[in-house]
Each structure stands twice: as structure tokens, then as C-alpha cells.
């Protein structure tokens, strides 16, 4: 057998084949774990707003392209949804509800329907016995009121109703917006509370004006008298994974949750996520009376990581409209001589905010009056002139009544609008409450962003529905001055709230290497008629490249 030397030209060729190899190995991408195709894909990115498929691993987007682009990333393993058309966008971020109370409410009894009052004593009584709940036995739940409807006057109940359902139980009742709470005779008893007992800082207790007796009425910080008097057991982790599922199902993948036992909340939010379980990006906000431990422990807003995140400290300026307790310059028109309930002395709320700011913690200010918020934006500026740092993005919570001159703090402050368009009812019932002047500086949306103000939208919840559907809907309809075209109602849904919890780098818009949150919708929100949108069901939500929800 005759070896015949190999040439140098296949030498250096087999050496550079050899080469292309190696490349081509390294330069492979390992398979997705999730792609979605066929997809009409708003990706709220201004720089590359649409594309028609997306691929994710390991939690974070990995390609967005064509749909035969993104084929190309799938492997054996790879979950592949074919969403025929259907529009993707980023997954919605709630930047206001109130996560474990929501639960409970699911939990708790319902009058809200009732459309006389036989028929709210009937559903409670009924509801006590269905429940099998024995005498003794605190009751909790929601109920509709004020209503003048109803209750005639100014619309307020008395414990008489209540009693009359309910002889045996303690019943507390709270109104949406969780302003007031109702109560019968034995819940007033068990809260200690008499005729003549002295009124409560930041807060009222209503008494009969002819027999000086309690009528069943706490208002603002005297609703404390009741939630520290009477028990509600409940189990947190129970109901945390009731409103998980609520508000997956609605294609929510972020909150900010506002302050119920956080801490223990949070526990329970770890020991979830540690179980794999959690499936809703959570930032955790904290009451005023736990600023001290959080500075003691070191803790900061943003601390956490990409499914807990530690959140702002919030604060009760006012009350609420339909409480008749929102903090105002001038009386209620329907209430002459009542211009609401302020919980802060003007100086302790600047000292709470620069506290706060000073050791690195955001502030969510509820304001909901004029002059709450106007107390709220000078609280901020206060405290950014003593700490020069103006990067904590402080927010004012609901934001609801405006003067003009306001409207334009929020941007030279750089302080979050974060706002709840489905509360504030119609404009004749604002026009009602407010006069109408006051009634057209609601929900200034459009005039803030005139003024360069970053949005977030929320629903309080369980205030008001959870669904984004619902809140878009008010956005782009109800308010012919302030109304806002649709994909600014989406962009202050994901990319707004995200940016309101330091988090709009990782989420909110849907771009190369931040995190797989998406929902896939029934209809295409950018294009059908504004009477269809209510109609929109949520088809698939996705967080982290994982379908946590599929209609």
C-alpha cells in the first residue's frame, strides 16, 4: 500500500473546516422554552412596537421576530402557542390593590346587590345560615352604603337594620372604598363604643344628633375601633393564592399590593415563591408605623429580587369622595360645611415623608381631595430640597381631584400619578358631589401628561374590579376632556406601573432579555370599536416564559 503525503492545501483546509465547526457549535442557541407565533405582538417598545412572534428562556425573551425567525428556537422540549393572529401584549402590572383584603372579601359576605333594604337583611340572614355560622360568630363583609336610594337623607344606615338580620353576631360592614364601616349593636358593644365617648384624631364616630347614641358609623381612623376589637380569622396563604388566581386569570402577572399585615404577608409570598407557586410578581408596600424596623433592618424600596420586591410606605392623606372624608379646599356641594377629613397635621406629614425619603424609601401618599393632594406634592418637595434626591419616584396615590396648578408638580417633582379610572363614577354624580367646576378637574389624566407626569394605573381592588379590561375601557370613553387614545391606556398599564416600582427595566414592555410576562387577548384592543372592548377575554397569561392561566 503506497502513503501518499497530505498536501498543505488540505491541511490548511481541514484546519479551517475544522474551524467553521467549532464556530457554528458555539454560536448555536440552545432551544426556548416558550414561543409564541402567528401573533400580532404590541411589545409597547417605541424603537421596535411590533413584531409577529417572541421566543423565552429561562424566564427572559430571547427573540422577537417572524415566526419563522423565531421556529428556529424551537426544540423537542419547547412549548410552541400558535395564537392565530390574537393580540400579545406585555403583562398587565397593577400598581394599587390591596392583595390579602381582596381575598378576604372572596371570603366575606356581599350586599353590594342589594336593591332594598328587606332584601339586604334577607341576603345576610340567609347568608348566616347557609354558612352555618354559630351565634357569637363576628361577621365581615361589604355593603352599599351611603345610599340615599336606600336609606334616604344623606344616605347613611343605622345599627337597627343590622340588628334586625343579625341579633346574634357581631356584623362589621365595610363600605368599597373602606373608608366607613357599618355596625350593628353587638360589633359596636365589642369595640367599645358608647354615647359620648370622645372622637377619635383623623377620624369619626357618628352619633345620633337627637339621642347622642352611636348610630353604627365609624369613619377614617375610628373604623380602628372595630378591626382592633373584633377577630377575622383568616388564613393569608389561602386567600394570597385566591386573588394569584383572580388576578392571573385577568392577565395580570405584577402588583403592588398596599399594606395589610405585610409582614406576615411576606412571609407568605417567600414561602410560595420558594415552593415554585408564586405566580404574581409582587411589590410589597409598608405601613408608616413599620418605617423605624425597615430603616433598622437595613431595608430600602427596590430591595428583592424579580418576584418579591420591597415597596413604598404608604400614607392616608384623606379619606374618599363617597365617604364624604376626601381632604378639600372648599365644602362639598351636596354637604355645605363639610370639606372632609385631613389624617396628618401638614407638619407630621413632612416629617413622615422626609423620614422616609431620607432613608431611601418611596412614598405612596392616598390623596384624594384637592388639598390632600396638594399636601401630598408639598410633603415630596420638602423633602427633596432637604435630601437632593429626586430619583425615589414618591407617588400620590388615587390623585383624584386636582387644581390646575398641581397638575403640573407632578412632573417637575418627578412624582407617579398612580390612578384608578374605574372609581370615581359619571359626571353627574361628580358634578353632584363637587359642583360643577370642581366636577371637570377629576382624573386629569391627559392634562398630566401634558405636564410630562409618568402614569401608573391601578384599581384598588377590591374597591373596584380587578379586570384591565374594565380600566381601559374607562380610560378611552369616559371622559371626553381627559380621555386617552388606546395605546396610551396599555403603555401606563405595563410600562407606567412598572417604571412606578423602580421595575421598567426588567418588565412593562416586551424586549430583548427582560422577563417573558405576556397575555394573549381574544380581540385586538387596537382596533375594534370602543363598544366591543368590554368584551375582551384573556386567553393565555404568561409570566416568565410559564402559562400560569389558559381560557
Not at 422554552?33 to 412596537?49: G, H, M, Q, R, S
Not at 395564537?83 to 366575606?108: C, M, N, Y
Not at 408596600?285 to 415597596?311: E, F
Not at 417637575?412 to 363637587?434: C, D, F, W
Request: proline letters at 5%; one cysteine or more.
Amino acid at each position: 500500500m503506497t502513503n501518499f503525503p497530505m498536501s498543505k492545501y488540505f491541511i490548511s483546509n481541514f484546519i479551517l473546516l475544522a474551524l467553521v465547526a467549532v464556530i457554528s457549535s458555539c454560536s448555536t442557541e440552545p432551544p426556548a422554552d416558550l414561543i409564541v407565533t402567528n401573533a400580532k405582538i404590541y411589545t409597547v417598545d417605541e424603537a421596535n412596537p411590533m413584531v409577529e412572534a417572541i421566543a423565552v428562556r429561562d424566564g427572559k425573551i430571547v427573540g422577537l421576530g417572524t415566526s419563522s425567525e423565531i421556529e428556529k428556537l424551537k426544540g423537542d422540549k419547547t412549548k410552541v402557542i400558535d395564537a392565530a393572529g390574537k393580540l400579545v401584549l406585555p403583562g398587565f402590572v397593577d400598581s394599587h390593590i390591596h392583595a390579602f383584603w381582596g381575598g378576604q372579601r372572596l371570603t366575606e359576605v356581599d350586599l353590594n346587590r342589594s336593591k332594598t333594604i328587606e332584601e339586604l337583611k334577607n341576603t345576610l340572614s340567609n347568608w348566616i345560615t347557609e354558612k352555618q355560622i354559630s351565634p357569637g360568630t363576628p361577621i365581615w363583609g361589604v355593603g352599599p352604603f351611603p345610599s340615599p336610594t336606600l336609606f334616604g337623607g344623606e344616605g347613611w344606615p343605622t345599627k337597627e337594620i343590622l340588628d334586625e338580620a343579625a341579633p346574634e353576631n357581631p356584623v362589621v360592614l365595610s363600605r368599597g372604598g373602606a373608608h366607613a364601616l357599618w355596625l350593628n349593636s353587638l360589633a359596636l358593644k365589642e369595640s367599645g363604643i358608647v354615647k359620648g365617648m370622645p372622637q377619635l384624631e383623623g377620624g369619626e364616630i357618628v352619633f345620633d344628633a337627637k339621642t347622642g347614641e352611636p348610630t353604627g358609623i365609624l369613619k377614617e381612623n375610628a373604623q380602628d375601633l372595630a378591626t382592633n376589637s373584633i377577630s377575622h380569622p383568616i388564613d393569608m396563604e389561602a386567600i394570597f393564592k385566591m386573588t394569584q388566581q383572580h388576578a392571573n386569570s385577568l392577565g395580570l402577572t405584577s402588583i403592588t399590593t398596599m399594606p395589610l399585615t405585610p409582614q406576615a404577608g411576606l412571609s407568605i409570598l417567600k414561602k410560595m415563591n420558594n415552593e415554585g407557586t408564586l405566580t404574581l410578581r409582587t411589590n410589597l408596600g409598608y405601613a408608616p408605623t413599620q418605617l423605624d424596623s425597615l430603616i433598622a433592618a437595613g431595608a430600602k424600596t427596590s430591595d428583592g429580587d424579580d418576584m418579591i420586591q420591597t415597596g413604598p410606605i404608604k400614607i392616608f392623606m384623606d379619606g374618599s369622595l363617597g365617604a364624604l372624608s376626601a381632604f378639600m379646599y372648599e365644602p362639598f356641594t351636596d354637604n355645605p360645611g363639610n370639606s372632609g377629613i385631613g389624617r396628618y397635621e401638614k407638619e407630621d406629614l413632612n416629617a413622615l415623608v422626609e423620614k422616609a425619603n431620607a432613608n431611601n424609601f418611596q412614598v405612596a401618599i392616598h390623596a384624594i381631595g384637592d388639598k390632600a393632594v396638594t399636601w401630598a406634592l408639598d410633603a415630596i418637595e420638602v423633602a427633596q430640597k432637604k435630601s437632593g434626591n429626586k430619583s425615589l419616584r414618591n407617588r400620590v396615590e388615587h390623585n383624584t381631584v386636582n387644581i390646575l396648578s398641581d397638575t403640573k408638580r407632578f412632573g417637575e417633582l418627578g412624582v407617579v400619578a398612580s390612578m384608578q379610572p374605574h372609581i370615581t363614577g359619571n359626571q353627574e354624580y361628580r358634578e353632584k358631589r363637587l359642583g360643577t367646576e370642581r366636577g371637570h378637574q377629576v382624573d386629569m389624566w391627559k392634562t398630566l401628561l401634558e405636564n410630562n407626569a409618568m402614569l401608573a394605573w391601578s384599581t384598588d381592588w377590591p374597591v373596584s374590579s380587578l379586570n384591565p379590561i374594565d380600566i381601559i375601557y374607562d380610560i378611552v370613553t369616559r371622559y371626553e376632556e381627559q380621555r386617552l387614545p388606546m395605546k396610551d391606556a396599555i403603555k401606563y398599564y405595563t410600562y407606567g406601573s412598572s417604571y412606578a416600582s423602580h421595575s421598567e427595566k426588567t418588565k412593562g414592555t416586551l424586549e430583548m432579555g427582560k422577563l417573558g410576562d405576556m397575555v394573549i387577548l381574544s380581540q385586538d384592543l387596537l382596533t375594534i370599536p370602543t363598544e366591543d372592548i368590554k368584551k375582551t377575554e384573556v386567553l393565555y397569561t404568561i409570566v416568565g416564559g410559564k402559562v400560569v392561566y389558559h381560557k
